[in-house]
T-cell receptor
Framework: LAKTTQPISMDSYEGQEVNITCSHN???????ITWYQQFPSQGPRFIIQ???TKVTNEVASLFIPADRKSSTLSLPRVSLSDTAVYYC??????????FGTGTRLTVIP | NAGVTQTPKFQVLKTGQSMTLQCAQD?????MYWYRQDPGMGLRLIYY???????DKGEVPNGYNVSRLNKREFSLRLESAAPSQTSVYFC?????????????FGPGTRLTVT
């Protein structure tokens, strides 16, 4: 079971780009990397997934280096509504997933 | 589509009481999951069902039982509730699709055991 390490918290001002890095040294060859967002009193919401290099969607970008031992979620021009907890998961294809404590992002006006 | 629905939204139990948390999804997903989330913590997997008719233990299964009633429904039962089971419970589902690892979560059930 590949566990992940993320910063506990981050602060950012509105309009800035935020990069959250996740370490996953024991990632297996077939594992994908997935990021979720969770607002208070709600269930997590899928943001993005990737296997290698770079993936971009309408919400975020995901950068994965060649060794895949880490990944970086990039949120462009954050707003107050991006204040949430962000979770990095690996092996999302497996059923026994490890969410960890995530990164609490606070966006400051 | 309603997605993943959970009932009830809130519940208060006394120690030793039993109850069943209900979960249903209308997306024709194969896999379903039950998680618990304690205050300030991440989610921990209790049980999962990879497909109809199968269930397996997750990280924290003690004190719980599950039933995959059919493809749509996956219930979680507390036979004898304990204060340590006070938590928010989330149900999730995932399709069996190559390359798609997105889990869809329900709104949660907030359970307090006194």
């Amino acid at each position: 079971l590949a566990k992940t390490t993320q910063p506990i918290s981050m602060d950012s001002y509105e309009g800035q780009e935020v990069n959250i890095t996740c370490s996953h040294n024991n990632i297996a060859t077939n594992d994908y990397i997935t990021w979720y967002q969770q607002f208070p009193s709600q269930g997590p919401r899928f943001i993005i997934q990737g296997y290698k290099t770079k993936v971009t969607n309408e919400v975020a970008s995901l950068f994965i280096p060649a060794d895949r031992k880490s990944s970086t979620l990039s949120l462009p021009r954050v707003s107050l509504s991006d204040t949430a907890v962000y979770y990095c998961l690996v092996a999302p294809g497996a059923n026994n997933l490890f969410f960890g404590t995530g990164t609490r992002l606070t966006v400051i006006p | 589509n309603a997605g993943v629905t959970q009932t009830p939204k809130f519940q208060v139990l006394k120690t030793g009481q039993s109850m069943t948390l209900q979960c249903a999804q209308d997306m024709n997903h194969n896999s379903m999951y039950w998680y618990r989330q304690d205050p300030g913590m991440g989610l921990r997997l209790i049980y999962y069902s990879a497909s109809e008719g199968t269930t397996d233990k997750g990280e924290v299964p003690n004190g719980y039982n599950v039933s995959r009633l059919n493809k749509r429904e996956f219930s979680l039962r507390l036979e004898s509730a304990a204060p340590s089971q006070t938590s928010v419970y989330f149900c999730a589902s995932r399709p069996l699709a190559l390359g798609n690892y997105e889990q869809y979560f329900g709104p949660g059930t907030r359970l307090t055991v006194t």
